[in-house]
């Protein structure tokens, strides 16, 4: 029987056994055989319970979560697994066997009508690097880099925060009417969200993605899940809205389509497919923030710091491949960190361009188009040249044109060489095919004043009593009020001031913004508004001269819900900024450079003299959720304040908006808004 009982524990148990010799035959002959049993049953029961002890209680020891994940609720506070994992650069324990591109998703498909789906994703984001160690014959063969998982970028090493080991992220493919599930992993070593850019939010603004605006940060190691329905279509784009996280590469395409019969603009091609989408990117080196260095086609482009020629085979470039005689919709979002407006063109080859922001216009045939930060152009393009390779030309403005920054990716047609680039250099012939031709360029934003003779080519082109840019552009849609519909009107400004400490801020309305303690929209009901909140009226009621000293606070501009409102935006600085709020699509229906500074800072007696010019109030005025304000200029927005809430009110360049250029508008009052329950994070 005792032989049977040590049978039964493990070897090692057995010879850790005080009594392993006790059945010995010498010592059996000087124990009774009770005894001994007796003392062999107890020992046995005590490494039993010991055992089992051992195994209710186990060492306290962090795992990576099996993938794919279950749902995972945030917590408060930092995990309590942190302090046995460093957050901060060892992505090399994660898991990603899972994770990746979306290329057979199954959201990814031809839209049908009354088919929608729910489409579930996970979303890591994590420190990586361009030219890590991963990058093994990455540098020496391109085909290797996608098996590597290798970031090549433009050849310099350089920390990256990437999304699926990607820069940019995975593009994101659905059908208008889906609803998205997206799991959000925060591997950073510091706090993160992720903005959904272009969609409303309308049934569900803590979805929005502005940190402590509509949520809270993401904090390390947490997971957060985003649950929204896309109610729109069009070129549409995710990413971080933390910091300088957009800046190291957190963002990626988002990509709604419709069905065939609800596509306005159908007709007018054959293929619209995501390798056609190119997303740009003005890029800094190390940590150098305000420093631009290069531009990059998705993540790719020529190294600006070597010498070699822009068609040498060592410079690694995006390539878009086409079939001759067929017509592709192709999709350009710019992800501007910088004061870094780009000009998009392709050698030989002129551009329909038929949407912005994701909204279809009237189809404009042009030689090429300019972007500020955020702004998206889709357009059309013939493949109905000699099949050969093409430059796609992007060229950089203001601060990217101090270092003559420009960037290129490959047009390539099949037939042709498929590792071959084009002849010449990226700039080469910038006209086009012909140089005595007038270019056509849409969004242009170098204009003059509206007292200036010289008349732009998008003005000759499109309509000869708009000057400027965007508001030439016309909606497929009609605008939705009626002709004689009274708009509220309100009056803001973005500018700068310097601080007595030498430092700049950034400023709406000559207050720079500070990042309140707790989240506006959950938190509504635990503040009273204006002992929390301030603007220019409250400040001014104060006695505060705000464009005299520095005023900063938690800014908050108080909007009606459900009124037709009317936004005139004046610009202080000789640069053009980006206009960006969140929760709504905007129409621009004025849009001019005045020049002098002392008139905008009175465009409100400007205005009641008639000074500033509005298309007609039944015109089809272009949709935006981004647009350019010239340079001591001015742009008029006009929507209707049909989604409660608080929504983040920005210029979308990276650098300004950390440093207060950033306001946050009210919509409604606080039993307008979508119940959601209050919540402090402690």
């Known amino acids: 029987m005792a ?30 055989s009770t005894w001994l049993l007796v003392l062999l049953i107890g020992l046995i029961l005590v490494q039993i319970h010991a055992e089992s002890l051992n195994e209710a209680s186990p060492e306290v020891k962090f795992e990576w979560p099996s993938f794919p994940w279950t749902r995972n609720k945030t917590t408060k506070g930092k995990p309590s697994y942190s302090m046995d994992l460093d957050l901060k650069n060892e992505y090399s324990q ?44 990455c540098q020496y063969d391109e085909r290797a880099c996608a098996a590597e998982h290798c970031i090549f970028g433009d050849g310099v090493r350089n920390p990256v925060m990437a999304v699926n080991r990607m820069v940019p992220g995975p593009a994101i493919e659905l059908c208008e009417n ?70 190291f590469g957190a963002a990626g395409a988002l990509i709604v389509r419709q069905t065939r019969q609800e596509n306005q603009h159908a007709q007018l091609y054959d293929y619209d497919l995501v390798e056609h989408t190119l997303l740009v990117q003005d890029i800094f080196y190390e940590t150098n923030l305000h420093d631009v260095r290069n531009i990059l086609v998705n993540g790719k482009g020529r190294n600006h710091l070597s010498q070699l020629p822009d068609n040498d085979n060592r410079h690694r470039y995006e390539r878009l491949r086409v079939t001759p005689g067929y017509r592709y919709r192709m999709r350009v979002i710019l992800n501007g960190i910088t004061n870094c407006p780009v000009e998009f063109s392709i050698e030989q080859h002129k551009l329909l ?12 045939l042009a030689d090429g188009f300019f972007l500020t930060s955020a702004e998206r152009f889709d357009f059309v393009l013939e493949a109905n040249q000699y099949a050969k390779n093409y430059w796609i030309r992007i060229r950089g403005y203001e601060q990217c044109e101090g270092r003559n920054l420009y960037q290129g ?47 732009s080519s998008l003005r000759q082109s499109l309509d000869k009593d708009n000057n400027v840019g965007t508001v030439a552009l016309r909606s497929l849609d009609p605008v939705p009020w009626s002709r004689y519909t009274k708009f509220l009107t309100y009056y803001s400004s973005f500018g700068s001031q310097l601080a007595q400490n030498g430092e700049m801020h950034f400023q709406i309305d000559d207050i720079s913004y500070n990042m309140p303690a707790i989240s506006l929209l959950q938190g509504r009901h635990l503040y009273q508004d204006d002992g929390y909140f301030c603007n220019k009226s409250s400040l001014a009621a104060e006695g505060r001269r705000c464009e005299r000293e520095l005023c900063e606070c938690v800014h908050v501009i108080r909007m009606p819900a459900y009124r037709p409102v009317e936004m005139v935006v004046a610009n202080y600085m000789e640069s053009t900024h980006p206009f960006h709020f969140h929760g709504y699509t905007f129409r621009l229906i004025g849009q001019a450079a005045l020049g002098n500074l002392n008139d905008l800072r ?23 959720d981004t647009v350019q304000i010239p340079g001591l200029g001015y742009i008029i927005v006009r929507f209707l304040s049909n989604n409660p809430g608080f929504w983040l009110y920005h210029c979308h360049i990276e650098a300004h908006a950390v440093q207060g250029m950033v306001a946050v508008l009210k919509i409604g009052e606080d039993h307008q808004m979508k119940t959601i329950p209050a919540r402090v994070r402690c």
């Open 178 to 247: 889906d609803t998205v599930v997206v799991d959000i992993l925060n591997y950073l070593g510091e706090p993160t969200s992720m903005h959904w850019h272009g969609v409303h939010m309308k049934r569900t603004p803590e979805m929005d993605g502005a940190p402590f605006i509509t949520q809270y940060p993401l904090q390390p190691g947490e997971v957060q899940r985003y649950e929204f329905q896309v109610e729109r279509s069009g070129s549409l784009w995710y990413h971080s809205h933390v910091g300088w996280q957009r800046g």
């Open 409 to 455: 990716a490959v047009l390539s047609y099949r037939g042709s060489a498929r590792t071959e680039l084009p002849q010449g250099s990226i700039l080469d012939n910038p006209k086009g095919r012909t140089s005595n031709e007038d270019l056509v360029l849409v969004n242009d934003y170098r204009f003059g004043s509206a007292n200036a003779s010289a008349s």
């Open 3 to 32: 032989k049977n009982f040590l049978r039964r524990l493990p070897a090692n148990k057995v010879d850790s056994c005080p009594l392993r010799f006790a059945m010995s035959k010498r010592e059996s002959k000087s124990l009774s």
């Open 353 to 364: 361009i038929v949407s912005t922001d994701g909204n279809d216009i009237e189809p404009v």
């Open 94 to 137: 994660m898991e990603f066997a899972n994770f990746g591109d979306f290329d057979r998703h199954p959201c990814r498909r031809v839209c049908q009508q009354g088919q929608t789906q729910s489409c579930y994703y996970q979303l890591v984001v994590h420190n990586y690097q361009r030219l890590g160690p991963e990058c093994q014959r």
């Open 602 to 624: 009175n465009i409100r007696e400007l205005d009641r003299r008639g000074r500033l010019a509005r298309l007609p109030d039944d015109s089809a005025a272009v949709a935006k």
